[in-house]
Each structure stands twice: as C-alpha cells, then as structure tokens.
C-alpha cells in the first residue's frame, strides 16, 4: 500500500533553515510527481511546491526564492530545504503524490510540523 | 492565480439527510481540472473526486461531483457519521494550485 512518511519538523527561529524528509513506499516513487502542501493551524491548505519526474519544479509565490525542493529516487525520497524561515511559514506540512500525470493529490502523508518561532 | 470560494463556510445537517457543497473559480478552470478532499481533525486530507466528477479509488458513490463553468459541486446523498468534516476544493488546470478555504459540515 502507498505510504508516505513526513520527517524533519520542528521549532526553528524566524531566519533559520529546516530540511524536511518524505520517504515514500508501496509505489514506483521514480513515476510520479510529488508536492509538499502546508496547512497553518486552524487554517486552510496552501500548496508550497511540487516536483516532476524529470526535472520540471513549482514553487507558491509566498516561498519563492526561500525553499527548494528535491527528490533522490534511488532512495524514494522527496526533501524541501527551508531557509530564511518566517512565523508566517509556521504549519503542517504535508508530503503527497500527484495522480497519474496530473495535479491532484492522491494520496498524502500525515504530516510533520514547523513552527517557526524566536 | 484562480481564487476558490467554498459555501457555505458551515453546514449543518443529520446523518441521512443530503449534503451540497459548492465552489465557485474567479475564472475558467482549464479541462475542468477540480478535485474535492474530505479532512478530518488531526488527519490528513483524502481524496474524493478528480476531475470534477471521477470518485477516486475507495470512495463510496454517495459522493459525487459536478461542474457547471466555474461552479462546482461536491454532494454527499444520506450523510453517513463519518461524513461530518471539512471539505476542500483544489484546481490543478493552471499553476498555482490553489483550494478553496473550506466547508465544515457539522451535525446538527
């Protein structure tokens, strides 16, 4: 079955850097593409970031410039580098596949948060 | 960027009785590329339907999905118990993907 595990998440300070992890099972991780989603608390979901197959990369504007995502498929990995990190970014951050060539989100992980606070 | 609205923001309703979502795109949503996710407290959002009107795998057919140019519809025919949550609306037909802020259907 599909399985996405989240990683990495903490308390940070505004300005400091977080490398979040996802590691992926029961699918061909090399055959999809694959987002990070956030969610603030109490608050609606935002789309961070996705990545393609190749080598295709979106980013919101809101984290543009600051954040960088990844994928390493020979460890079925996917990674997003946070840096200049701000309180704003403060939210859950979900890992999720991208259904078969297409933008939607088939199939999500449970999360790691980031709280980004002095 | 295609801003989603979702109403009504609440909804209140019995089990068994029918559940109408709608979400309606500040402009054309390319090939009707619209999917609805159901979330509940302290879970992460699942996927109910893609493309507007394709249930997604596992997904009861007491859900379906409809489009009408930039309104869609999410409905839920005799709410079950596990139904009451928050429901998101997601367009994937132009970057960036946006959703829309999100129904709680709640018990009455």
């Known amino acids: 079955q599909v399985q996405l595990v989240e990683s990495g998440g903490g308390l940070v300070k505004p300005g400091g850097s977080l490398r979040l992890s996802c590691a992926a099972s029961g699918f061909t991780f090399s055959d999809y593409y694959m987002s990070w989603i956030r969610q603030a608390p109490g608050k609606g979901l935002e789309w961070v970031s996705y990545?393609?197959?190749?080598?295709?990369?979106y980013y919101a504007d809101s984290v543009k410039g600051r954040f960088t995502i990844s994928r390493d498929n020979a460890k079925n990995s996917l990674y997003l580098q946070m840096n200049s990190l701000r309180p704003e970014d403060t939210a859950v951050y979900f890992c999720?596949?991208?259904?078969?060539?297409?933008?939607?989100?088939?199939?999500w992980g449970q999360g790691t948060l980031v709280t980004v606070s002095s | 960027e295609i801003v989603l609205t979702q109403s009504p923001g609440t909804l209140s309703l019995s089990p068994g009785e029918r559940a109408t979502l709608s979400c309606r795109a500040s402009q054309s949503v390319s090939r009707n590329f619209l999917a609805w996710y159901q979330q509940k407290s302290g879970q992460a959002p699942r996927l109910l339907i893609y493309d507007a009107s394709s249930r997604a795998t596992g997904i009861p057919d007491r859900f379906s999905g409809s489009a009408s140019g930039t309104d869609f519809t999410l409905t839920i025919n005799r709410l079950e118990p596990e139904d009451f949550a928050v429901y998101y609306c997601?367009?994937?037909?132009?970057?960036?993907?946006?959703f829309g802020q999100g129904t709680n259907v709640e018990i009455k």
């Open positions: 990545i393609s197959t190749s080598t295709t990369i």
């Open positions: 997601q367009q994937y037909g132009s970057s960036p993907w946006t």
């Open positions: 999720a596949r991208d259904g078969w060539d297409a933008y939607y989100f088939d199939y």
